[in-house]
Every structure is written in C-alpha cells, then in structure tokens.
Nanobody, 124 residues
Framework: QVQLVESGGGSVQAGGSLTLSCATS????????MGWFRQAPRKEREGVAV???????SYVESVKGRFAISKDNSKNTLYLQMNSLKPEDTAMYYC??????????????????WGQGTQVTVSS
C-alpha cells in the first residue's frame, strides 16, 4: 500500500514563500512520475508541476519562474518550493504519483496515488 503524506501548507501574504513536502511510504525512485496538483473552490483540479524518473521537470505556465519541484531520494520526499506567492495560488495542494506512467499526461486519473492535501492560502 503506497501512502503519500503532504505537509507544509499554511497562510501567507502575497509575495511570501512556502515549501510543501510529500513523504512517500515507498522508495521514491520507484515512481515513474510524481507531481503537485491544486484545486481551488469551484474549480477543477489542475497540474502545477511534475518530475519524472530522470528528474526532468515541467510546470504550468502560471507558476514558471516562481515554483520549483524537487525530490530528495535519501528522504523519499517530494518538495514544492513556492516563491512570490499570489492570491490566485490559493488552493488545496495535492501530491500525486504513479509507478508506471510517464509525465506526458497531467490528467489526474492517470496518477494512481494521491495524498490527502494541504491547504495554501495567500492573502493580498
């Protein structure tokens, strides 16, 4: 049973920074693709950033230059460093992973494992 546990959410003012963490119960290098998604009230879940088994990364246009996704293999932990936060970044953030699929698809159902989410609130 694979478990993903997020932490690090909170409330910050616009321009601030937060680092989200996602601890995995499985050796992180087993995952073919890992990513961060977010969902704001009354909006669909959207992909924010993904990192594949070779550590190649991709970002949604709205966070490029502000967010950075990374992995620490020794800690089996995925991170999302978020800088220059904006009110429109407010959402529940989820960690997701899959053992078999590449990061070519950001379609949420393509990810087999999900964390419970951590709330990020950015005030203006």
């Amino acid at each position: 049973q694979v478990q993903l546990v997020e932490s690090g959410g909170g409330s910050v003012q616009a321009g601030g920074s937060l680092t989200l963490s996602c601890a995995t119960s499985r050796y992180i290098k087993d995952f073919y693709c890992m990513g961060w998604f977010r969902q704001a009230p009354r909006k669909e879940r959207e992909g924010v950033a993904v990192i594949d088994i070779s550590d190649s990364t991709s970002y949604v246009e709205s966070v490029k230059g502000r967010f950075a996704i990374s992995k620490d293999n020794s800690k089996n932990t995925l991170y999302l460093q978020m800088n220059s936060l904006k009110p429109e970044d407010t959402a529940m953030y989820y960690c997701a992973a899959d053992l078999w699929r590449s990061c070519g698809s950001w379609y949420p159902p393509d990810f087999g494992y999900w964390g419970q989410g951590t709330q990020v609130t950015v005030s203006s």
